[in-house]
């Protein structure tokens, strides 16, 4: 890539983001795309649909930046709950990393890099190639290498430094958090499964007994978990039409009660709509007290077992509490709303088994995935379509077309077949029998991180066949020459994707192209009677987004510095995005307590070791032996440091010490308890097993309590 | 080697080990060997010093062998302890294994080696080399081998079951011995770590302040851990020198009370040794009383906290007791006459640096140990020898002497190198900050068997350059073909070794030729008076010796089977012989409740994947590569089958469960209880800090309560 072709592709890409900010900023501003801009807002009643309109609203307006920007760190953790909080702490780490290196970069490394003379290159400024503000440019054996080595032991520091800072900073948020929450179901509940059940006795009884046997000053009550995957979906069957019938009541308006009852509501005799949906709910309900009647015979060695103290739940997490180590197996509730129902598996073996299964099919896909990925693409040859669909011939012979299909085509499938991970990653997880959604997530994130890292940094790094990518991963000698003749060949393609691909995802995260296309068609259609149902942050795609482009400036700092400023546009652009986003769109479902943060400080140490062990291999390739020998005890204590915050602050993120536990114990109102504890004993119910009388509560219209929200 | 020098060598080895079993059975009943041979019941009291002459005494039997099998299983576990039970067990796992392996080897795999042509030897039977006997026998691409192919799964498939079987009869075992068990203080007690001591406050507040604040119904007392080195010294001194006292005083025989002043006791005044032994008693018991005042300010933030119940204690280790991880850390105490006071240390960051230090002192002693040893081994070459001492010239040119020289002096070296792991690795454990002796010495066991199997194993296997075998490591594809070259052809070497040393080392183990040598010294100088402290077994330095023929069982079974009778041989006799040391010789000190099996598990996984590993190559090189592939399921399916002992097994070594705990503090007797708490209170005093006094003890002839044993 030649310096001008970088500058074009710059502006445009800037172009784009401007264009895309100025249509939201009047698209907002509309009253129909209210659900889509504000949904959050609009679940919380901040905001209302409809309104007359004006002309202001044509206009392109900057306010929302300020708004998204005025919340102090305070605010927007009382208003967005921790885990977005540490989102947000994601993009201020990384402007604070990437901020003190662009400065060494840009000033120090970037000149000397400029000044060297291994690549001859007499092309002027314009059309110079972007490899000579890379490290190859440097002569081979300078002295002047010692500066690019001082600076990874300095860039190292200071990351370190920050994450330390960062860690410390979160875990203390994540304490305070804990001690001014509300008492919370889960905080005072475990799950139990593989229980054993004795001969002619009931799980019930037996998780009695034994829990009134061993925890007797602290147990509470408990609920055992059923069968009811048939039950759930009858249930949502139901819940989906009397919303749709709590809307058509409300909007009170004849014409649309009425439809025709043929193909389609075109022809047949126009029936009351209100009416049918009444009769269809009442026959799902009989349906479902059948089921219900009949679940609560089928029940599953788990439970759920609550305790009167946080402390009392801890003591039976954290104690084996059964003889038998596959027996009595507890682990801390989640959330009831969090409960992942629909893949509950309670036996140790069969847990055991298919998280090994899950472990291969996801080793499989992440090293496998370019393979097939390879052969679509190959199909997109010109001479290939061309047989395969000879009357395209005429129009494949076009220039236009050509080039689109050559250019286009294969980038395009690559970005489908992307698009697939998230949910596949998501799916794999949830077959690993986590028992709540939150965690299904989390594992979902680290597996969608490996699988950007290896399939988009290290695939387009060791091009090539793909047999031979893994080959060098099994001489491990080889690993740093290997990378280091390839990272920085790399660079300009990588600065290029960051300009293109970053700065247009975070563009189109604010735009929400989809959404506003599908609530478009929703007005158009009159389907708006459809639930709506604010979405929540999709924590699994978005972090291994924005962490493999902070692995990517972590890589290229030392070898193409020029890669950085680009980066600062892009988090720069984020912050401000999602904060926005998180303030207005997006609902925090659930809580992990700031979980992610493990997940971001492991990566940013990938990153840092990735780094070392591709400068050791520069120094090599420049024949500057000493410099990489000096080199290899920055990863070692690269990794000793990360040791020793896995030490200092991981138990944090595990679980709470006894002295917040009990604290926070002691700190609660007891007048207040009482209530709490009559509601913690049904909080874990089944949400399929809780009588349902939509009928009724139709005819009252008072907007229902939804199934699996109760707390 | 051919076969009758190995028929040779088996002669020459049973002879010896005859030599060894008549020479013990008559010297064991000589009175002046008790201490030697029975030591263990000298300090039980059950046998007594002297006795007159009788003939029966000079002639050999055999009653000890009947004695040392007679008591069951269950008398035994009662008589030594479960940590010698699990020993002997080893015994009998291993028996059971090559028993099974014994006759698959013997009857079925050994027939079709020799069957085999790949090796032309025209020799007669006599003089036909070991190696036909091998696997390097069987025909190259020839079917037979699927008989090795199955022989492989169904032994695998053999060991597992025995595996699995001995871990939960192990396990079992020591769950009932814990019910069984008295109420003992290290049950009821943790050791805290890292206390915070606020400014302005001590150790000894902070401790009562947090416990009775956070464990207010099981907390009972504490007692702080003081820096108290010099003051040991001292004590250990007074200690010997009071026993000596006792001892002479015991005697009450004029003529030994009385020595000469001068030079070793020949010249200068008589003068009474008891007066002399007083007077220097009494003052080294006043500078006693002078350091324990000074010591009981050196506050240690360290302590160990008792509790009322086993659960409390429990609840107090598992759950995180301060918001900070690196402060308020538990563990289980140990035993009181356990705890390893020298080196104890308490910053967490000290313990973790010296923990790595450790490590990489342990890697590098491990990996690089053959290069000293080679370089001394080299200094015995006989031109060499000749250069450095040209005196020797003459001697050295003598067959018989060049002969020892060049044939035993290199092993002699290398045996002598050797004898220095187990105590160096023991220092190396000591220093990693572990509280008791028994978790040094477990940890020096692992330490020592890693250390055997690579320098013992790996290194005879892959001879050359020491970083060539370094080298074979770093590419693992390259590990199973390298193996299968280098493990056969050491075949009939590893059968010498089980036979010379193996045999050996357990009939020395019988006859502890070093401790007879220095009884009968001691005998000799009078000086019997020296504290007699009956021996524990070491079991860092026995059970890595074990598992190391148990790895070459393992690994040769279906290379070379020829090997597995002269192992049946060592097991059956290392069964008989250890039991009658337990029994008669070695006391237990301390008990880590069957802690070693999990060692002995994981080493016997260890040696069945090298196994297949091995088998892996061996089919590549016989070119048969489609055994070669269906054999690489097995090592995944042990490794599986390792995954899930641990996870059933496992915990129940590390932990007692809820269930257990709670059991046991109900059995507890009320009324007892209260003594034992008083007593509980004192358990964990620095015994240091115990007023002596020696003086009036001696007066009265009281035998004392030695230090550090008083529980």
Known sequence: MILSALVTSVAINLGLCFLFFTLYSILRKQPGNITVYASRLVAEGKVKEGGAFNLERLLPTAGWVRKAWEPSEEEFLSNSGLDAFVFMRIFIFSLKVFTFGGIIGMFVLLPINYLGSQLTDYSDFQHKSLDIFTIANVNNGSNRLWIHFC?????????????????????????????????????????????????????????????????????????????SSKLQNLITDADKLYRRLIHLKSKNDAPQRHTRDGFLGIVGPKVDIVDQYERRLGNIEDNVRMEQSSVAAKEVPAAFVSFKTRFGAAIAVHIQEGVNPTEWITEQAPEPHDVYWPLFTVSFIRRWISKLVVFVACVSLTVLFLIP??????????????????????????????????????????????????????????LQGYISWSLIQKSACTKVLLFSIWNIFF????????????????????????????????????????????????????????????????????????????PSIPYHSEIPRIRLFALLGVTYFILAP??????????????????????????????????????????????????????????????????????????????????????????????????????????????????????????????????????????????????????
């Open 459 to 534: 695939a387009n790094v060791l091009s090539g066949s793909a047999l031979y990518r893994v080959n060098v991963f099994l001489e491990p000698k080889e690993i740093p020459r290997v990378l280091a003749e390839a990272v920085p060949s790399q660079a300009s393609f990588f600065i290029a994707y960051v300009v293109t691909t970053g700065w247009t995802t975070i563009a189109s995260e604010l735009f929400q192209l989809t959404k506003l296309i599908f609530s478009f068609m929703n007005r158009i259609f009159r389907r708006s009677g459809d639930d709506f149902d604010p």
């Open 151 to 227: 600076a990874a032991y300095v860039f190292t520091g200071v990351v370190c430094y920050l994450l330390y800072y960062e860690y410390g900073y979160i875990s203390s948020k994540r304490i305070s958090c804990f001690y001014s929450s509300e008492p919370q179901p889960h905080q005072f509940t475990i799950l139990v499964r593989g229980i054993p059940v004795p001969r002619g006795s009931t799980c019930n009884d037996a998780v009695e007994r034994f829990f009134q046997e061993y925890h007797p000053s602290t147990y509470l009550s408990h609920s055992v978990v059923r069968r």
């Open 373 to 430: 990925v390879a052969i679509v693409q190959g199909l997109t040859h010109l001479d290939q379509l061309e047989t395969w669909f000879p009357f395209l011939k005429g129009i494949l012979r076009l220039s236009v077309v050509s080039q689109v299909v050559t250019g286009y085509l294969p980038s395009l499938i690559l970005q489908m077949f992307l698009s697939f991970i998230p949910p596949v990653m998501v799916m794999l997880s949830s």
């Open 562 to 711: 020029l890669i950085l400023p680009f980066l600062l546009v892009y988090f720069c652009l984020g912050y401000i995005i999602y904060r926005n986003q998180l303030l207005k769109v997006y609902v925090p479902k659930y809580e992990t307590g700031g979980g992610y943060w493990p997940t971001v400080h492991n990566s940013t140490i990938f990153s840092l070791v990735l780094m070392h062990v591709i400068v050791i291999g520069i120094f090599g390739l420049k024949k500057l032996p000493l410099a990489s020998a000096l080199t290899v005890p920055l990863p070692v204590l690269t990794l000793l440091f990360n040791e020793y915050c896995q030490k200092r602050f991981f138990p944090l993120f595990k679980n709470y010490s006894a002295e917040c536990l009990i604290k926070k114990d002691r700190s609660d109102d007891e007048h207040n308890m009482h209530e709490f504890y009559d509601k913690l004993a049904n909080a874990y119910n089944d949400p399929a097993l809780t009588p349902i009388n939509y009928s009724e509560r139709s005819d009252s219209r008072t907007l229902p309590l939804l199934h699996g929200s109760e707390a």
